[in-house]
């Protein structure tokens, strides 16, 4: 009997270890996509700010 729980235990533990690993690497790829999207967020805003100066210009250069 004690064999067979401690094999149920064992392999609990390594399914949680799992599980737990593959949050790790969940979140590590979350972090990496929620840099790249800040990034491009400040890349975005760049542009938005140069586009809105450009048609401030024209509308006073023309």
């Not at 729980?5 to 929620?34: C, W």
């Not at 805003?45 to 586009?51: D, F, I, P, V």
């Amino acid at each position: 009997m004690w064999p067979k729980l401690l094999d149920h235990y064992t392999s609990v533990s390594n399914s949680i270890g799992q599980r737990i690993g593959s949050v790790k690497d969940d979140s590590e790829n979350l972090a990496i996509h929620a840099h790249q999207t800040m990034k491009m967020t400040t890349i975005v805003e760049q542009e938005s700010a140069q586009l809105q100066q450009y048609i401030e210009d024209f509308k006073v250069h023309g």
